[in-house]
């Protein structure tokens, strides 16, 4: 297994594992965040793990943040993707993605990564914690749909 920028031949796979990551977003937003990513290589980063036959397997994002939840330092690196195809998982795939995103967070000066993950998906937390990340916080995102131009209806 090699962990490695993705080839630019390589940005179809990146942008298929990042469809199954968020399935549901569209795909002009998938593909403009690549953009973005590639513009800055010292802002943001991508990393593809192959298989030893060379197959794109996984890959992971990373960037920097001037902070995050939990982090006491400035910047830190942040694990905005993290992906291993099905079939690959429970081989170290993972760790060895996160490894790699950390010592690139560690070259631009890093001394902490803040990542996060859904509350329902245990398996991205027990990874996580394997992998040495401590949990912070636990956060729930609401909404209300409200009618457009609606006065409030408290006051007189
Ligand atoms: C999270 C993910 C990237 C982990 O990849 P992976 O290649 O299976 O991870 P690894 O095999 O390197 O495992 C790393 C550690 O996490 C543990 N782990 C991985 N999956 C686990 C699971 N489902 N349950 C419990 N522990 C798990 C492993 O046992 C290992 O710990 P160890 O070193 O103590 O043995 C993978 O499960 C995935 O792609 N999930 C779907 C996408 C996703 O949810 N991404 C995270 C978004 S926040």
Redesign the pocket.
């Known amino acids: 297994m090699l962990i490695r920028p993705p080839r630019i031949d390589e940005r179809g796979e990146w942008l298929r594992f990042r469809e ?2 968020w399935p549901g977003t569209p795909g002009v937003d998938l593909r403009s965040e690549q953009d973005a990513i590639l513009a800055d290589p010292e802002r943001a980063g991508v990393l593809l793990a192959t298989s030893d036959n060379g197959t794109p397997i ?1 890959f ?1 994002e990373v960037s920097l943040r001037s902070g995050a939840e939990g982090c006491e330092t400035s910047p830190v690196g942040y ?1 905005e ?6 079939e ?11 490894g790699a995103a950390e010592a690139w967070a560690a070259a631009r000066g890093c001394r902490e990564v803040g ?4 509350i329902w ?4 937390l ?6 040495g990340y401590d949990e912070v916080m636990r956060v729930v995102m609401l909404r209300k749909r409200i009618d457009p131009g609606r006065r409030d209806a408290s006051r007189a």
Do not use: K, M, T
Not at 81 to 86: D, I, S
Not at 88 to 98: D, F, M, P, S
Not at 126 to 131: D, G, L, Q
């Open positions: 199954r990551l996984g992971v694990i993707a993290w992906y291993v195809e099905p690959h998982r429970r081989r170290g795939v993972g760790a060895r993605l996160l990542s996060d993950a859904e998906n245990e398996a991205s027990a990874a996580h914690r394997a992998c």
